[in-house]
């Protein structure tokens, strides 16, 4: 475990900073559901929008600076900051998480509905398309939703530039769905009664609702910059903004499988979700080989983001980690110790920390491997 060591005293500044922070119940036990933008497609273990809501609201963000998320999943800091009217910035591994970052924070294009329906109609049409090789494609889609989400594909690529984003992220929102995988949560093959109507049926619905929630949005869509990359592989002159908050939750060792979760989107959608794997922080396949990772592979992963956030964080800027505990071949890990001794490496020291509890209905591949029951919020300067 990384030794403690003497945090310095708070400035009076950071005195009130953590004094705001620490009124807060940071497991949040009033909340209720998710909002529609937080639904608009599956993702596990994500952020509560009530998290970073909180963290971009308290701390001060100097001007001309942005939020960066190195780590933004589904997109919640960045939708949080442009409610807050705050330029962001996310970085993200996974194409899925991506896209599904990108159509949050961007302009509802023109027309969404009726480009769908464009879409189906071809679609409909289409007996040719060509099935991608995607593994083990039999036991988990039936022969007619194959072609149907192969013939959907190709009619999306096929619509105005604008829309591919939207259209691409309806369908991959449905795709577990129409599998034959029992659910989001749970991998195992079922019988469905499901045919190439109720694929196009399921499609227009989430693009419809897709359309809905984007059009509801009642604030100004300031400036949310989303990067396709490797975080321990950007370096500070890649982020195109300077930095004054960073809010994120880094993905835990052995704990859940982001991957594995979207692996069948990403190869409907032509993607590589081996090459995710490959690359992914805390994916449980690293620690099951001969030569497996370790808490020290997390100690380097975490040293190697904070290089990047060093160089791209403004004087006095914050930065938020939300971390829980990993366990490793039976020993508990500290990842919130292990983030804070690499912190102070780069000069950056707690300003506050908390436990926060998470809720029992939440579900994920591998929670009951990890069981993960709690988190540390911890605020760095």
């Known amino acids: 475990m990384p030794r403690q060591a003497k945090v310095p ?3 009076e500044p950071d005195i009130a900073i953590a004094s705001g922070l620490a009124g807060l119940n940071w497991s949040f036990p009033a909340r209720v559901a998710h909002s529609g933008i937080e639904g608009l497609h599956p993702y596990p273990a994500k952020f509560i929008a009530e998290l970073p809501r909180a963290l971009v609201k308290t701390l001060p963000v100097p001007r001309g600076s942005a939020v960066l998320d190195p ?20 970085i993200d591994l996974n194409p899925i998480a991506c896209l599904m970052t990108r159509v949050k924070t961007a302009p509802l294009p023109p027309d969404l509905p009726s480009s769908a329906n464009e879409a189906v109609d071809r679609a409909r049409s289409d007996q040719a398309s060509a099935i991608p090789p995607i593994p083990n494609l039999d036991h988990w889609f039936l022969p007619s939703v194959q072609q149907a989400l192969a013939a959907l594909t190709n ?12 259209l691409r992220l309806a369908l991959s929102s449905i795709i577990v769905r129409v599998s034959n995988q029992d659910s989001d949560t749970r991998y195992a093959a079922v019988e469905k009664d499901v045919n190439a109507d109720a694929v196009f049926q399921a499609f227009l619905r989430a693009a419809k609702r897709l359309h809905d929630v984007l059009s509801s949005r009642s604030y100004s869509l300031v400036p949310a ?28 060792p052995n704990a859940y499988e982001y991957w594995l979760y979207h692996k069948y989107r990403m190869w409907w959608l032509g993607f590589d979700p081996l090459a995710v794997k490959k690359h992914e922080i805390g994916a449980r396949a690293h620690f ?14 975490m040293a190697r983001t904070f290089e990047l956030i060093s160089g791209v964080l403004v004087p006095g800027g914050y930065v938020c980690f939300v971390v829980g505990t990993s366990r490793i071949h039976g020993r508990v890990v500290d990842n919130a110790s292990i983030v804070e001794e690499v912190a102070r490496r780069f000069d950056l020291h ?6 926060r509890s998470l809720s029992a209905k939440r579900k994920s591949f591998n929670l009951a491997h990890a069981r993960i029951k709690t988190e540390t919020v911890l605020v760095m300067r």
Do not use: W
């Not at 009619?155 to 939207?166: F, L, S």
């Not at 099951?288 to 992963?301: P, S």
């Not at 707690?350 to 436990?355: C, G, Y």
């Open 9 to 11: 005293a708070l400035h």
């Open 225 to 252: 910059n989303v990067m396709h990359a490797d975080t321990l592989a950007v370096e500070p002159q890649d982020v195109p903004a300077p930095i004054g908050l960073v809010v994120t939750s880094p993905p835990y």
């Open 350 to 355: 707690r300003v506050f920390s908390a436990e």
């Open 155 to 166: 009619a999306i690529a096929a619509t105005q530039p604008v829309h591919h984003d939207p």
């Open 71 to 90: 780590f933004c999943g589904s997109g919640t800091t960045l939708v949080e900051s442009q409610k807050s009217g705050l330029p962001s910035v996310g």
């Open 288 to 301: 099951f080989k001969r030569d497996h990772h370790t808490e020290a592979d997390f100690e380097r992963q």
